[in-house]
Nanobody, 119 residues
Framework: QVQLVESGGGTVQAGSSLRLSCAPS????????MGWFRQAPGKEREFVAT????????NYAGSVKGRFTISRDNAKNTVYLQMNSLKPEDTAVYYC????????????WGQGTQVTVSS
């Protein structure tokens, strides 16, 4: 069964950068979009960024626009999230998600990677 595996989380100081990676494990699937979501303690999961696999069109939440960049490596079926100028409010568990063309919602999710930003 295909699972998404994230890596790259950690603890950093405000103003630092981190890059998250995510790739399928246990198989592959035809990707329509890949996305990053995050969930902070006591809050609901929220959208961060998405990328359309075919043409690389991206979309960002307002809170991260200009600081985060989502990108993909088609050959490796890997999606990245470059996070710059990190703020304490970016502290959350970050989840990778994948969607097939026929899916309305994201059908594949990773287990999450913790990002902690200290002030």
């Amino acid at each position: 069964q295909v699972q998404l595996v994230e890596s790259g989380g950690g603890t950093v100081q405000a103003g630092s950068s981190l890059r998250l990676s995510c790739a399928p494990s246990g198989g592959t699937f035809i990707i329509y979009t890949m996305g990053w979501f995050r969930q902070a303690p006591g809050k609901e999961r929220e959208f961060v960024a998405t990328i359309k696999w075919s043409d690389g069109v991206t979309n960002y939440a307002g809170s991260v626009k200009g600081r985060f960049t989502i990108s993909r490596d088609n050959a490796k079926n890997t999606v990245y999230l470059q996070m710059n100028s990190l703020k304490p409010e970016d502290t959350a568990v970050y989840y990778c998600a994948g969607r097939r063309p026929e899916q309305y919602n994201y059908g594949y999710w990773g287990q999450g990677t913790q990002v902690t930003v200290s002030s």
